[in-house]
């Protein structure tokens, strides 16, 4: 399975962020999608960071109630690890468990066209699993 059909599953639509907006516009953001990250786009909409529960969880324990009145480009995680829609989910569990990352926005052609989700990946999987156990109770009881 590749990450488009994950796409084709949950949609293409991605929230993201100014990297000049307020972190307490961005947990508004948050909340309001009910979303775990936000992409953080540049004035010019180039991708420039990921911004997570995690990391406004970690700037308000440092920061304290100051911390909302920061940018997002001073709380996101710079450092983005992308993927391809033709990336197979195998390779994307590998690459998230081996960066400790959740959210992973999906790149086509220089261009923005998703973001994966860890629980994106274990619903794939579980219902990966569940139609090869159908697909086994079918075979065994067919003979």
Do not use: N, W
């Amino acid at each position: 399975m590749k990450v488009r059909h994950l796409l084709d599953a949950k949609g293409d639509a991605v929230y993201t962020v100014s990297s000049q907006a307020s972190l307490a516009q961005a947990v508004h953001l948050l909340k309001h999608f009910d979303v775990g990250a936000l992409v953080v786009l540049s004035p010019e909409q180039e991708l420039v960071g990921v911004l997570s529960e995690r990391d406004v969880a970690r700037r308000l324990c440092d920061d304290g109630h100051g911390a909302l009145e920061k940018q997002v480009s001073g709380v996101m995680t710079r450092e983005v690890v992308t993927c391809h829609p033709e990336t197979s989910v195998t390779d994307l569990m590998a690459l998230m468990t081996s960066e400790r990352i959740r959210h992973v926005p999906v790149i086509d052609q220089g261009a923005l066209v998703g973001l994966v989700s860890i629980g994106d990946v274990v619903k794939s999987r579980i219902d990966e699993l569940e139609h090869l156990q159908r697909d086994l109770l079918d075979y065994v009881g067919a003979r």
